[in-house]
Every structure is written in structure tokens, then in C-alpha cells.
């Protein structure tokens, strides 16, 4: 037997990422939106597409800010007053449809009011304090420093060494700029700028100013005992320390509206006319593409071979972006519709007739991939009867019910929401409590599946809500 390299012929098959596979790909995650600044981008880059003229603009429907979009597909159900201080104090750190013309919606947003930023409205006030040159720069600096939620978390003394700053001035500016408006902003973590705001609002509370700097993280927990034992004071008047921090801010920043808005357009609109469900996909108002004649007229000349393969490569180009859009909206329109086949008894009845489904159901159902599916309804947006919902919104799992089905995990959610919302707060539902509620509504589900829903709901345990009650009014 011979043993050494030799040349050998093999067949085999695999899958060639090409260019264009890849730009079909990532135009099914796109939203409406961003498939419009695509289509833009592409104008500009190939000269081989053209935008198609029409008489009469399209029209879309209304633009919805992101806030409100959330606002509505939790179907204005209010949020709990329950105060959870881990959440918040924690220390870890259609074709036509009659709307505005969309041809200048992104115009609209794009020139939507900006406002002054909080870098601008901090550095306007510095201006206002006699500083000098150098102390003056160092406040630039720090303000550039600060983050989203309004803290400075690089470590003073290594800024110092860095930037060749005395370290006791670079204090001394920074303790000016947490006195600014936002009160607060610049300090290093939630402790810090509630301990700031307690001592600037509330100048003469020692035990407010105690509480904050030594027993926040028992706050957290609710172990009134333990703080009224350190404190040496009731209970009581620890209850009444925890209302003062509930006037202030963890985030600082988040109190300074200089942003602007995000704004949602729904990708599909869905309306019941008559017994029958109407799909509207939201993208008549995105330009329609074509290649221009003369171009195609000039791939049929004789050219040079770098500009033969450079025309050509625009070309298939040109072609495979066309033919993207029409399959994206055809794949859309049919997910939909799948969708509404599946949750017919929600887009009737509402939110609690939601069921169970995946998207292997959806996949198997049509014939296509789960990863077809999952790009297809993600950064989507629908608008029904009950609110906007992203498409990803329809998919959840489900617990068993006393008839042998499934109920969506989603109903469930509202179900123990509402529970909690309408319970004798001197006296809040265990979840053993909830669990009894469940199953006389013909759910099972065990007590622990109460409790991981609770948490993700953010409602406290019955022993915390009851607890708290107290520090409502």
C-alpha cells in the first residue's frame, strides 16, 4: 500500500452565502422604516435603479411614538403602585390608508423639535458660576463623562493622574455639577445621587441622609426591623423615611427631555370588515423601484470588460433588490394571515382569548423555515382592534388547562395581573392564593410558576405588597 499525497476528485454540495442571498436575508427582519432608508441607500449606490413616479401620492398610516406603542399593547392597563424598591433602587447598578402623505414622514421625524441636550442645558448653567479657565475645563470634561441615566462611573482619582488634574479641585467641580439642574447628575451610582438629592432637598433630615447612606440595600429588601434597629427608631418612622425617597430620583438624567422621540409605523394594519379580516401591508408608501431602459439598452453595447463586469454586477443587483421587496411582502402578508388563522379568538375577543403558538407551528403551517419566520416577524409592528403589537408578540407558550389544552402564558399574565390589581390590599393573594383563583378558572399551574410570572410581571411577594401598602397616599 502506498502512502503519500496524491490528487483526488470529490463531489460535493453546500450552500454559497452569496451577496444577494445575504441582502434577501436581512431584508425580512427590516422594519418598514428601515427597509425605506435601504431602498435609499441603494438609490444612491446602484445607478442602474430608478424611483417610479406616480399621480397620486400614497398615504400611510399614523406615525405612534415608541412610548405609546408600549402604552397600547399593554392595552392601558395601569401600571402596578406597588413600590418595588430592587427594581428601582437598586444599587447593582395599508395602500391607502387616510393618514399624513408618507412621502414625508421621515422629513417629519427627522426635523421633529431636538431641544437642548443635557450636555448643553449642564454646561449653560456652568457657564453661570465663577469659575476659572482651568476648573471651567474640567467641568467639560466631566459633564462629556456623564451617562444615559445620569452617573459618572470612571474612578475620579484615575481621571486625575490622567488628565493632570489637581484631584481636590476635580472633586470640587464635580460636587457643582451635582448641584445643577438635574439635581444629582454626575454622581457615581444611584446611592450617591439619592444621598445628593436628600441633602440638597431635605437639608436637616440626618436620619434620611443615615438611612440612604448605610441601609439602602436593606430598603431594598424591606427589612424595616433591621434599619429601625440600627436607626434606633420604629418601624413606623422608617416607613415614613422610605415616602421622602420615593420623591426622589435613582436616574437623574431620565428627568431631562432633550431627546427626541422614536417612532413606531405599524408594518401591517388589520381590520375586521364584515366576518372577514382585511390585510393592509403598510409599504405602498415606500418608492417603487425599476431599472432604468437605458441602462438595460446599454448592457446589449459593447463595453470595455471592467465596465461590462461592473454594469452587470449592478445589474443582478438591481434585479435580486426588486424581487427582495415583492417576496418580503409576500412572506409577510402570508405570516400574517397564518398568525390570524391561529389567534382568530384575539383579534375578536382581545387579549385574554390569546393562545399558545410557536414558530415551528407557523413554519410547518406554511411550508417555510422557523428562521424564515422568526426574521420575518421581528421589528414588526401590527395594528388591531385592542392595539399595536409587535408580530413577536403572538408567540408564547402555554400552561395546561383543566380541559386538557393550553392557555398562552401571556393570558395568564394578565390574569395574575388583574388578580393583584383587584385584591384587598390590608390582605394581598399568596401565590398558593393565585393558584386556587387559577383553577377555578379551569387552569393548572403550580405555585412556582406563579411566583416566575410574578417576577416578570415585577410584582413583589404578598408579605412585600402588604408591606408597602403603607407607603402609598
Same mark, same amino acid.
Given at each position: 500500500?502506498?502512502?503519500?499525497? #496524491?490528487?483526488? !476528485?470529490?463531489?460535493?454540495?453546500?450552500?454559497?452565502?452569496?451577496?444577494?442571498?445575504?441582502?434577501?436575508?436581512?431584508?425580512?427582519?427590516?422594519?418598514?422604516?428601515?427597509?425605506?432608508?435601504?431602498?435609499?441607500?441603494?438609490?444612491?449606490?446602484?445607478?442602474?435603479?430608478?424611483?417610479?413616479?406616480?399621480?397620486?401620492?400614497?398615504?400611510?398610516?399614523?406615525?405612534?411614538?415608541?412610548?405609546?406603542?408600549?402604552?397600547?399593547?399593554?392595552?392601558? !392597563?395601569?401600571?402596578?403602585?406597588?413600590?418595588?424598591?430592587?427594581?428601582?433602587? /437598586?444599587?447593582?447598578?395599508?395602500?391607502?390608508?387616510?393618514?399624513?402623505?408618507?412621502?414625508?414622514?421621515?422629513?417629519?421625524?427627522?426635523?421633529?423639535?431636538?431641544?437642548?441636550?443635557?450636555?448643553? !442645558?449642564?454646561?449653560?448653567? &456652568?457657564? &453661570?458660576?465663577?469659575?476659572?479657565?482651568?476648573?471651567? +475645563?474640567?467641568?467639560?470634561?466631566?459633564?462629556?463623562?456623564?451617562?444615559?441615566?445620569?452617573?459618572?462611573?470612571?474612578?475620579? %482619582?484615575?481621571?486625575?493622574?490622567?488628565? %493632570?488634574?489637581?484631584?481636590?479641585?476635580?472633586? =470640587?467641580?464635580?460636587?457643582?455639577?451635582?448641584?445643577?439642574?438635574?439635581?444629582?447628575?454626575?454622581?457615581?451610582?444611584?446611592?450617591?445621587?439619592?444621598?445628593?438629592?436628600? =441633602?440638597?432637598?431635605?437639608?436637616?433630615?440626618?436620619?434620611?441622609?443615615?438611612?440612604?447612606?448605610?441601609?439602602?440595600?436593606?430598603?431594598?429588601?424591606?427589612?424595616?426591623?433591621?434599619?429601625?434597629?440600627?436607626?434606633?427608631?420604629? +418601624?413606623?418612622?422608617?416607613?415614613?423615611? #422610605?415616602?421622602?425617597?420615593?420623591?426622589?430620583?435613582?436616574?437623574?438624567?431620565?428627568?431631562?427631555?432633550?431627546?427626541?422621540?422614536?417612532?413606531?409605523?405599524?408594518?401591517?394594519?388589520?381590520?375586521?370588515?364584515?366576518?372577514?379580516?382585511?390585510?393592509?401591508?403598510?409599504?405602498? $408608501?415606500?418608492?417603487? &423601484?425599476?431599472?432604468?431602459?437605458?441602462?438595460?439598452?446599454?448592457?446589449?453595447?459593447?463595453?470595455?470588460?471592467?465596465?461590462?463586469?461592473?454594469?452587470?454586477?449592478?445589474?443582478?443587483?438591481?434585479? $435580486?433588490?426588486?424581487?427582495?421587496?415583492?417576496?418580503?411582502?409576500?412572506? &409577510?402578508?402570508?405570516?400574517?394571515?397564518?398568525?390570524? *388563522?391561529?389567534?382568530?379568538?384575539?383579534?375578536?375577543?382581545?387579549?385574554?382569548?390569546?393562545?399558545?403558538?410557536?414558530?415551528?407551528?407557523?413554519?410547518?403551517?406554511?411550508?417555510?423555515?422557523? /428562521?424564515?419566520?422568526?426574521?420575518?416577524?421581528?421589528?414588526?409592528?401590527?395594528?388591531?382592534? $385592542?392595539?399595536?403589537?409587535?408580530?413577536? $408578540?403572538?408567540?408564547?407558550?402555554?400552561?395546561?388547562?383543566?380541559?386538557?389544552?393550553?392557555?398562552?402564558?401571556?393570558?395568564?399574565?394578565?390574569?395574575?395581573?388583574?388578580?393583584?390589581?383587584?385584591?384587598?390590599? #390590608?390582605?394581598?393573594?399568596?401565590?398558593? *392564593?393565585?393558584?386556587?383563583?387559577?383553577?377555578?378558572?379551569?387552569?393548572?399551574?403550580?405555585?412556582?410558576?406563579?411566583?416566575?410570572?410574578?417576577?416578570?410581571?415585577?410584582?413583589?411577594?404578598? %408579605?412585600?405588597?402588604?408591606?408597602?401598602?403603607?407607603?402609598?397616599?
Amino acid at each position: 500500500m502506498k502512502i503519500g499525497p #496524491a490528487i483526488t !476528485h470529490r463531489q460535493t454540495q453546500k450552500l454559497v452565502m452569496t451577496h444577494d442571498l445575504r441582502q434577501s436575508i436581512e431584508l425580512l427582519s427590516l422594519s418598514t422604516l428601515e427597509l425605506s432608508d435601504k431602498i435609499q441607500s441603494e438609490l444612491m449606490e446602484n445607478p442602474l435603479l430608478d424611483e417610479v413616479g406616480s399621480d397620486e401620492k400614497a398615504k400611510m398610516p399614523e406615525l405612534f411614538s415608541f412610548e405609546e406603542v408600549k402604552r397600547i399593547e399593554k392595552l392601558n !392597563h395601569e401600571k402596578s403602585t406597588d413600590v418595588n424598591w430592587q427594581e428601582t433602587y /437598586s444599587i447593582e447598578g395599508p395602500k391607502s390608508y387616510n393618514q399624513e402623505a408618507s412621502d414625508r414622514n421621515q422629513k417629519y421625524i427627522e426635523s421633529s423639535s431636538r431641544g437642548e441636550s443635557l450636555e448643553e !442645558h449642564l454646561l449653560n448653567q &456652568l457657564r &453661570l458660576i465663577r469659575l476659572t479657565k482651568l476648573e471651567f +475645563e474640567m467641568g467639560e470634561v466631566l459633564i462629556s463623562m456623564i451617562d444615559d441615566k445620569g452617573f459618572i462611573t470612571q474612578n475620579l %482619582n484615575e481621571l486625575a493622574v490622567e488628565m %493632570n488634574y489637581p484631584e481636590l479641585k476635580l472633586r =470640587k467641580v464635580l460636587k457643582l455639577i451635582q448641584e445643577l439642574d438635574p439635581i444629582g447628575i454626575g454622581a457615581k451610582d444611584i446611592q450617591e445621587t439619592l444621598l445628593v438629592q436628600a =441633602k440638597i432637598l431635605f437639608p436637616d433630615n440626618h436620619l434620611l441622609h443615615q438611612l440612604i447612606g448605610e441601609f439602602l440595600t436593606d430598603l431594598e429588601k424591606i427589612d424595616y426591623k433591621k434599619i429601625a434597629r440600627n436607626l434606633k427608631v420604629s +418601624e413606623d418612622e422608617v416607613s415614613h423615611l #422610605a415616602r421622602f425617597i420615593k420623591k426622589l430620583e435613582p436616574y437623574p438624567a431620565t428627568l431631562f427631555q432633550g431627546k427626541k422621540t422614536d417612532y413606531v409605523v405599524p408594518d401591517v394594519v388589520v381590520k375586521e370588515i364584515g366576518n372577514e379580516f382585511n390585510i393592509f401591508i403598510n409599504d405602498e $408608501w415606500l418608492p417603487k &423601484l425599476s431599472i432604468q431602459d437605458e441602462y438595460k439598452e446599454l448592457l446589449n453595447t459593447k463595453l470595455p470588460a471592467a465596465e461590462k463586469e461592473y454594469f452587470q454586477t449592478k445589474f443582478s443587483s438591481a434585479q $435580486w433588490l426588486i424581487r427582495s421587496i415583492q417576496q418580503r411582502r409576500q412572506t &409577510l402578508q402570508k405570516v400574517v394571515s397564518c398568525i390570524i *388563522d391561529f389567534q382568530v379568538d384575539f383579534f375578536r375577543g382581545g387579549i385574554t382569548n390569546i393562545k399558545p403558538l410557536t414558530l415551528k407551528e407557523v413554519a410547518e403551517k406554511l411550508g417555510l423555515h422557523e /428562521s424564515t419566520i422568526s426574521r420575518i416577524t421581528t421589528n414588526k409592528y401590527i395594528q388591531t382592534t $385592542w392595539g399595536i403589537f409587535e408580530l413577536k $408578540w403572538f408567540f408564547s407558550s402555554g400552561v395546561k388547562s383543566a380541559e386538557g389544552g393550553k392557555e398562552s402564558s401571556k393570558k395568564i399574565h394578565e390574569i395574575i395581573r388583574n388578580l393583584v390589581k383587584n385584591e384587598d390590599e #390590608a390582605n394581598p393573594l399568596s401565590d398558593q *392564593d393565585i393558584v386556587d383563583l387559577m383553577e377555578k378558572k379551569g387552569i393548572e399551574i403550580a405555585r412556582r410558576t406563579v411566583a416566575k410570572y410574578r417576577k416578570v410581571l415585577r410584582i413583589l411577594p404578598s %408579605n412585600q405588597r402588604k408591606r408597602i401598602s403603607s407607603l402609598k397616599g
